[in-house]
């Protein structure tokens, strides 16, 4: 069998800030537990910003695709393709910028890749087997952000509501959206819809037997 037939299979999850996508990605994580699998999410590779001041690094606006190392990512995704190990970046939401430490990462049978702007690269499009869009109506983002930066990155409600009418929300209309047209399958309701991650789960077992993974459970 050629060696590339073994290689990763690359599942990208994408969908505005508060869409789901996460949950998605999990759902199927879980779905393959027990499963070489591992998810990666394009926060990590926010681009490092060690040399601007607090101020400056709290006016980058996160959610142009300029923000992000896309360069780091698409080299690390091949050489996870390719079966090497790779130093994953660490973000620090607090100190807006990147951390000194990395995480080592193994290659896996199955990599998730998730975050809002994953499929507005055609690097990165190319190296996905399967691109997945989770659709999630505008309100419903926005109610699950505020939560989200309020409990886990310690944002004010102000700062939060500021940044999505600023930045979050015409982003989202003028980069993330117009991708859907690059993917796979459209998933309605995020994580709620379980009919759609049945199918993403099953796809991915049968392309792993179809890729001589027989210990496959």
């Known amino acids: ?107 896996q049978d199955v990599i998730i890749l998730e975050g809002i702007l994953i499929l507005d690269d ?8 399967i691109k997945v869009y989770v659709d999630t109506d505008d309100d419903i983002r926005i109610i699950r952000r505020i939560q989200r930066d309020m409990e886990e990155r310690g944002r004010s409600l102000d700062s939060i509501i500021g940044q999505y009418l600023a930045t979050v929300k015409p982003m989202y209309h003028q980069f993330i959206e117009p991708t859907k047209r690059y993917a796979d399958l459209i998933v309605p309701e995020g994580g709620e819809n379980q009919v759609a991650i049945d199918l993403l789960s099953t796809k991915v077992r049968d392309i792993l037997v179809k890729r001589g993974h027989t210990e496959l459970k």
Do not use: W
């Not at 055609?122 to 087997?129: A, F, V």
């Open 1 to 107: 069998m050629n060696n590339d037939d073994k290689r990763p299979i690359i599942i990208g999850v994408t969908g505005g800030s508060g869409s789901g996508k996460t949950t998605v990605s999990r759902a199927i994580y879980n779905q393959l537990h027990g499963q070489s699998i591992q998810i990666i999410t394009q926060d990590t590779y926010y681009n490092d910003q060690a040399d601007m001041t607090m101020e400056q690094r709290k006016a980058v606006n996160y959610d142009h695709p300029l923000a992000f190392d896309t360069d780091l990512l698409v080299e690390q995704l091949d050489q996870l393709r390719h079966n090497q190990a790779v130093e994953m970046p660490v973000y620090d939401y607090k100190a807006y910028t990147r951390a000194k430490e990395t995480v080592h990462v193994e290659p």
């Open 122 to 129: 055609e690097r990165l499009r190319n190296l996905m087997d």
